[in-house]
């Protein structure tokens, strides 16, 4: 049986605001071991005024890390050493589950931040309560909705010879995707570029639209648990996803165009490699059943993923 494992959120486990191949793993597991990874979210400027509804280990890190942080606002627990993975395999992710592990969380509307930036200069932020035995999220007007929790940020580390990168910007290692359909019960691929994959968690969602268009979704600290297994059998240059339901393509780019068009040729990729189509017939295919979606409007590279139901591969 896979040996499990718990990943603590603490000031040596968290890293704040970047991701760097250079960072030293916090913990070593086997392929095909399941992880517990706790992560936490909020600056100091988004935290509750009743300081008793803030974590323990979310207090230790903002104390211990205000002079080491990156150019990002994400904490993300990690990195974990994946046993056997080396550059060019892939990390499979098998997101088991995501659950809240506080009664609060955060939205917010900051300085030319989101996609309509010049339009919204009446900043705000808006603290929410989260029943997390019920699942619903209530919101200071009253109003409320069921949560649908997911990691925004997901990630390998990047290539060593990039150096460290500030968490905001999504790449070909995962990152701050801020993909919506990566629920529990998805499975994500990522590509490997170093040895033991460094794979790491965090910007947890309570729930989110797609786009993300003011800059924040509904922020919160979530607790996942996942299945790390190496890959040696995939073929493909970016990250991808398969619910039990669907293929997941993704683009990532400056122009919503460019990630349009990534996710639709890597939608072709996975369908004819799957099936027994060729090229032209998966592209009409990807334009009779697939749905392009946009992922997310404000991190710097755009983000556009395709959902493709796997019953007609």
């Known amino acids: 049986m896979p040996t499990p494992h718990h990943l ?28 517990v990874i706790d992560t936490i979210s909020g600056e100091p400027c988004n935290l509750p005024d009743d300081a008793g509804r803030m974590l323990p280990d979310h207090r230790a890190v903002l104390e211990a890390q205000r002079k080491e942080r990156g150019e990002g606002v994400h904490h993300l627990t990690g990195p974990v050493h994946v046993e056997g993975a080396r550059p060019g395999d892939f990390l499979q992710v ?5 659950r809240p592990r506080q009664d609060w969380g955060f939205c917010e509307i900051l300085p030319l931040k989101g996609i309509l930036p010049e339009e919204f200069t009446d900043y705000q932020q808006i603290l929410i309560d989260i029943d997390r035995d019920s699942g619903i999220a209530t919101l200071p007007w009253g109003q409320s909705f069921a949560l649908d929790p997911f990691f925004g940020i997901m990630a390998v580390a990047p290539p060593p010879e990039w150096g460290r990168l500030g968490s905001p910007v999504p ?20 590509p490997v570029f170093n040895d033991g994959a ?9 729930r989110q639209g797609d786009g993300e ?5 509904l922020e919160t600290a979530l607790q996942g648990r996942f299945r790390l297994t190496v890959r040696r059998d995939i073929d493909e240059a970016g990250p991808f996803a398969e619910s039990d339901a669907h293929l997941i393509s993704m683009g990532l780019h400056p122009s919503l165009d460019r990630a349009a068009e990534q996710a639709v040729r890597q939608m072709v990729r996975l369908i004819t490699a799957r099936s027994r189509l060729d090229r032209n017939q998966a592209y009409m295919m990807c334009s009779m059943l697939g749905d392009l ?21």
């Open 198 to 206: 460094l794979f790491s968690a965090g910007d947890g969602h309570g």
């Open 94 to 98: 098998d997101i088991l589950s995501a």
């Open 8 to 35: 603590h959120a603490t000031p040596e486990t968290v890293a704040w605001g970047y991701l760097d191949a250079a960072r030293e793993p916090v913990m070593h597991v086997a392929s095909g071991d399941e992880i």
């Open 213 to 217: 268009v003011c800059i924040d979704a």
């Open 171 to 190: 790449w070909a290692f995962g990152g701050n995707i801020d993909n919506r359909a990566l629920t529990a019960g998805t499975t994500l691929y990522l």
């Open 293 to 313: 979606r946009i992922t997310q409007v404000v991190d710097g590279n755009k983000g556009v993923h395709m959902l493709y139901p796997k019953d007609m591969l």
